[in-house]
């Protein structure tokens, strides 16, 4: 009697196994498609925030609710003229301007003017003292709603919205990507361990108003 009772957990446990599974692989797929996915940095082009070979953990789910914010890092579709690439292709970069934002290059001190108000960037990329200038060039750009400025914190080695703004001719629709476009919110560096952290939005951001 005693084998008998142990026999038939053992069975229904291997008779239950590959459902256990299937469910586990759907749930596992369901997750990375609408809640998270992971992402790793390719490029230097948000140094020191992101470095090449840290692994980001991206929220898919809270642009759902409401728009992207200034100062948040997000992964978007690239549009084509900005990858290269006709398979499609992620980019990171951080949000600068927001639809109806004016954003303006530069004042006396070398800072970015959003709204009439200057945003103190404390994460541009900076090595043995020597930090890169917020933009390489003057420009003055109102965002069209709907559709997000962004740029990367290594300023001098990101293609974002300035670069493409300059190639395409002070085109505004080729430099800004649609909030459609967004994957979704980087929160967390979680690889490698000794950089894991969250990636908050700086206190600088506070004080811009709204346009």
């Known amino acids: 009697m005693i084998d008998e009772q142990t026999d038939k957990p053992r069975h229904s446990f291997w008779k239950e196994l590959p459902i256990l599974l299937g469910v586990a692989i759907l749930v596992a797929v369901l997750v990375r498609a609408f809640v998270l996915q992971t992402f790793f940095i390719p490029s230097p082009s948000m140094e020191n925030t992101l470095k090449i070979d840290d692994r980001v953990l991206v929220n898919k789910l ?4 409401r ?24 980019f990171i970069k951080r949000v600068i301007g927001v639809g109806g934002d004016r954003v303006v290059c530069c004042d006396d001190q070398d800072r970015l003017v959003i709204n009439g108000t200057p945003l103190d960037e404390p994460y541009i990329f900076s090595v043995d003292g020597q ?81």
């Open 67 to 90: 728009s992207p914010h200034r100062g948040e890092v997000i992964v978007f579709k690239a549009p084509l003229e900005w990858s290269g690439n006709p398979a499609g292709e992620d």
């Open 62 to 65: 809270v642009y759902h609710t």
């Open 131 to 211: 930090r890169d200038k917020p933009a390489d060039q003057e420009f003055d750009v109102q965002v069209p709603e709907g559709r997000l400025w962004v740029m990367g914190d290594h300023r001098s080695a990101s293609g974002d919205s300035l670069e493409h703004y300059q190639q395409s001719g002070q085109n505004i629709q080729s430099a800004t990507i649609p909030e459609d476009d967004v994957v979704g919110r980087a929160f967390t560096i979680f690889w490698p361990f000794d950089r894991a952290t969250i990636l908050t939005v700086p206190d600088e951001f506070d004080a811009i108003p709204k346009s």
